[in-house]
């Protein structure tokens, strides 16, 4: 509900202290179960070092120890929780949005995820998981590429795309405008 957002007081990428020169994808809403973010760092770990990614809820500080090892350090970001209302304007400076859940229950299976509406809210490009409802609509809508989040190797490669090709993300984050108001509460 538009009506209800608020401007954040800092952005994304102010508060992480990452440049508009980096790729910044940015998952969004707390750590839980059923995400394949390993999966995502494992990715990440293979893109060029000005690709970085943003977690942006409660609980992704417990993976310090696997950002570490795999020498993410400063390109991996855990950010405490905004206030519901800030969310969509904090997160509008990253790049895209990556979705990683897995179908790992029914409920999982036909989620769509406050994280998926709100990417769209804030007119970013999507990489998502082929889960029915998720699919549907960002096919429908042609917000961005479908992932097996439980493949690094398929994350990595859409992650790639959208480094190499700004044109497409560019159409995305088009679609993603105009996705907004026919996804909005009211319909």
């Known amino acids: 509900d538009g009506r209800l957002q608020r401007p954040a007081p800092r952005t994304l990428r102010e508060a992480i202290g990452v440049s508009r020169a980096a790729f910044l994808f940015v998952v969004v809403g707390q750590a839980k179960r059923g995400q394949a973010v390993s999966e995502m760092l494992e990715a990440l770990s293979r893109l060029p070092a000005s690709v970085h990614a943003a977690l942006v809820g409660a609980g992704y500080e417990r ?3 696997a950002i570490r090892a795999r020498g993410l350090e400063g390109r991996v970001h855990p950010v405490p929780p905004v206030k519901p209302y800030e969310v969509v304007s ?24 406050n994280g998926f509406f709100q990417a769209i809210a804030a007119g ?6 082929e889960l029915p409802e998720i699919q549907r609509l960002a096919g429908a809508y042609d ?18 795309t959208f480094v190499r090709e700004p044109e497409r993300v560019a159409a995305y984050r088009a679609n993603a405008a105009r996705a907004r108001g026919a996804l909005g509460w009211e319909r």
């Open 63 to 65: 993976l310090a120890p």
């Open 90 to 113: 904090f997160i509008a400076d990253a790049d895209a949005s990556l979705l990683l859940y897995c179908p790992r229950s029914a409920n999982y299976l036909h989620c769509l995820p």
């Open 124 to 129: 970013l490009p999507l990489l998502y998981p």
């Open 143 to 160: 917000l961005g590429l479908p992932i097996d989040p439980a493949s690094p190797a398929s994350v990595a490669a859409a992650m790639t």
